[in-house]
């Protein structure tokens, strides 16, 4: 498959200026340059893909109670905005096929982390898979997936083979390109700590690519692009693709 990579990635859409894994997000990554976003599908009590980060409900909704314990009917009503400010008050959480539609509407191309609640890491890729071939169409670029989860990845590879996909880490382990190589990844997402120059040019040299988040620093940004780091997650896509620019 064919892996290419942008340079910049709005993280949750553009978590720095807008509320994360909204619509609204999304608008806003779009309105900053961004081409590629990056956001995280989970699965409400009754299986419908969403866009949410945390298992709980509590930060971004102020609702308590679980996401995978909620059915899509009662999350579709939530507020997700207000926590970021009252410009975004009523901002909806999303489905997946509500995020991808608005993607082709903006010109923007999905990184679709895979993000499973606790004991349903395959039930989740393959809905996200279902959901994401039902609206993605087949004369754009393939969508572009991520996980922390090895059986998601390797459940969206099973029915997806066409799909490129990486694999995220939070910290490097010795064992990556094992893993990388089992899960058909053509990248490497890793912490962008994490990261050093030998460590870049090893990734590099052996034909993966390498994504780095959470990137908002102008000057890291520019520091890991010159050690051949292929994409940057980052909270502000405007700033950091003004500062890889100077």
């Known amino acids: ?58 930060r971004t909704t ?72 039902e609206v993605w169409p087949r004369d754009r670029q393939a969508p572009y997936f991520c996980s922390f989860s090895a059986m998601a990845l390797a459940a969206q590879r099973a029915l997806r083979p066409d799909w490129p996909s990486g694999f995220n880490g939070l910290r490097h382990e010795a064992d990556w390109q094992e893993r990388l190589r089992a899960l058909g990844c053509g990248a490497y997402h890793l912490l962008e700590r994490e990261i050093t120059p030998d460590l870049a040019a090893t990734i590099k040299a052996a034909g993966y690519g390498l994504v780095s988040f959470t990137v908002n620093d102008p000057a890291r940004a520019r520091a890991l692009r010159g050690w051949g780091v292929d994409s940057l997650v980052t909270d502000s896509p405007r700033e950091i693709l003004a500062a890889l620019a100077a």
């Open 1 to 58: 498959m064919e892996l290419r990579l942008p340079t910049v990635i709005g993280h949750r859409g553009a978590a720095a200026q807008a509320p994360e894994n909204t619509l609204a997000g999304l608008r806003v990554a779009a309105e900053q340059g961004a081409t590629w976003v990056e956001f995280d599908a989970m699965l409400s009590a009754d299986g419908v893909p969403i866009l949410f980060h945390d298992d709980s409900l509590q």
């Open 62 to 133: 102020g609702r308590d109670g679980l996401v995978a314990e909620t059915d899509w009917r009662v999350l579709r009503e939530l507020d997700a905005g207000s926590y970021f400010g009252e410009a975004f008050a009523d901002e909806r959480v999303p489905s997946l096929a509500e995020a991808l539609n608005l993607l082709l509407d903006l010109g923007l191309h999905p990184n679709i982390e895979i993000k499973p609640t606790p004991g349903r890491d395959v039930e989740t890729a393959v809905r996200v898979v279902e959901v994401t071939a």
